[in-house]
């Protein structure tokens, strides 16, 4: 098992920044593929960004793109979202999710809200 705690939401006005953190335990961090995902109020959860097992590979959601950056700290087991000029649009529950290697990604954490004011 892998738990997965989010931590450094809250509330911001537009074109402001946030850095979301996750802290893993329970498991070889180093093992695991990482990614945040956000859901919306009445929205489905989308994927943000991902970062891969050995940290060179990652991906983003094009409407984060330039704006966000993820790395992780595995010394640290810790992954982390740098979030930039937020926009009202970015409003939402931010969950960090955990993957073994290449597979699904099949352990989350609880969310923490981000709330971004226009």
């Known amino acids: 098992q892998v738990q997965l705690v989010e931590s450094g939401g809250g509330l911001v006005q537009a074109g402001d920044s946030l850095r979301l953190s996750c802290a893993a335990s329970g498991r070889t961090f180093s093992n695991y593929g990482m990614g945040w995902f956000r859901q919306a109020l009445g929205k489905k959860r989308e994927f943000v960004a991902g970062i891969s097992w050995t940290g060179d590979y990652t991906n983003y959601a094009d409407s984060v793109k330039g704006r966000f950056t993820i790395s992780r700290d595995n010394a640290k087991n810790t992954l982390s979202l740098q979030m930039n000029s937020l926009k009202p649009e970015d409003t939402a529950v931010y969950h960090c999710?955990?993957?073994?290697?290449?597979?699904?990604?099949?352990?989350w954490g609880q969310g923490t809200q981000v709330t971004v004011s226009s």
């Open positions: 999710a955990a993957r073994y290697r290449d597979g699904l990604y099949n352990y």
